[in-house]
């Protein structure tokens, strides 16, 4: 059986699809080209822009490294004059060399508190340069909250003398041994409490309150609120801040619930068991062996 051959119009209109599928093969080759182009100028792009990051980064560590050797030697530059001044202050409140008048007293009982708190900010500022450079080290240890606690209460006692405040702790219940770095915990807990007192006036769990709006700031650096009470009593505004930074070394966070005039409440929370961090080298490290 023979096969019929196409007609002149069939034939024809084959010649026209071939045609029309080379036009659109020869447009998409082109377009694959210019695709392809672009994904080569786009590599090369992110490649550029990888490099760029990794200078960057390089350039901040830098930056950090040297603000962590400024600190450093600021402080250790620092503390020496202060310690004098606060030694030599101290002497005199105590009357070696002689009785002082109501206003000498009065002056030098403000240079002390002065070099107190200058030698607070070099410290906190010294913390918060260890934490940006990686130079802070966590090291835990099994303890019991109760006893730390009783350390707090200790340290807290004679710094209490305002009789119309109260300095409560509450004995922890049911709370089991904690795996944790409590001379940092201590830290966070040291500067909550410094904040009560500071700014509780009379009874306990009060204060000046915080308005909701200014909340969000407060563990920022060098953030102070201002208030009647504030201006009174300036701190560093530092010590939120390291709080904050601590807490989250240990693997917690801070918090503050506060009605403006109605006092605060600030709270961290940590695990039970310390985890160490794995640093990104090591993530790149176990997936590469991976």
């Known amino acids: 059986m023979s096969e019929s051959k196409p007609t002149p119009q069939e034939f024809e209109q084959i010649l026209q699809e071939r045609d029309t599928l080379r036009a659109e093969l020869r447009k998409s080759v082109g377009q694959i080209e210019a695709l392809s182009r672009e994904l080569m100028e786009t590599n090369r792009g992110v490649v550029a822009l990888y490099a760029e990051l990794d200078d960057r980064v390089a350039e901040l560590r830098e930056v950090a490294e040297l603000k962590s050797r400024f600190l450093s030697y600021m402080s250790h530059e620092f503390r020496t004059p202060l310690g004098s001044i606060r030694s030599i202050a101290r002497i005199l409140l105590d009357q070696m060399d002689g009785p002082l008048t109501a206003e000498q007293e009065k002056q030098i009982r403000f240079i002390q508190s002065s070099a107190e708190e200058l030698t607070d900010m070099v410290n906190d500022l010294l913390d918060l340069a260890k934490i940006d450079a990686g130079r802070i080290s966590i090291s835990p240890e099994w303890f019991e909250m109760v006893d730390l606690f009783a350390a707090l209460r200790g340290m807290f006692k004679p710094i209490v003398i305002n009789p119309e405040v109260a300095l409560i702790f509450e004995e922890p219940v049911d709370v089991p041994r904690i795996y944790t770095d409590d001379k940092k915990l ?105």
């Open 186 to 290: 201590s830290q966070i807990l040291r500067n909550f409490i410094s904040n009560a007192l500071k700014f509780t006036q009379k009874g306990a769990d009060t204060g000046i309150g915080i308005a909701k709006e200014h909340q969000g700031a407060l563990f920022q650096d060098f953030v102070q609120l201002e208030s009647p009470i504030q201006k009174r009593f300036r701190g560093t505004g530092l010590g939120l801040a390291l709080s904050k930074r601590l807490a989250e070394l240990l693997g917690g966070h801070v918090a503050v619930e506060s009605q403006l005039g109605h006092g605060s409440t600030f709270s961290v929370v940590i695990p039970l068991h310390f985890i160490p961090r794995k640093s990104p080298s090591d993530e790149r490290n176990h997936t590469a062996e991976g």
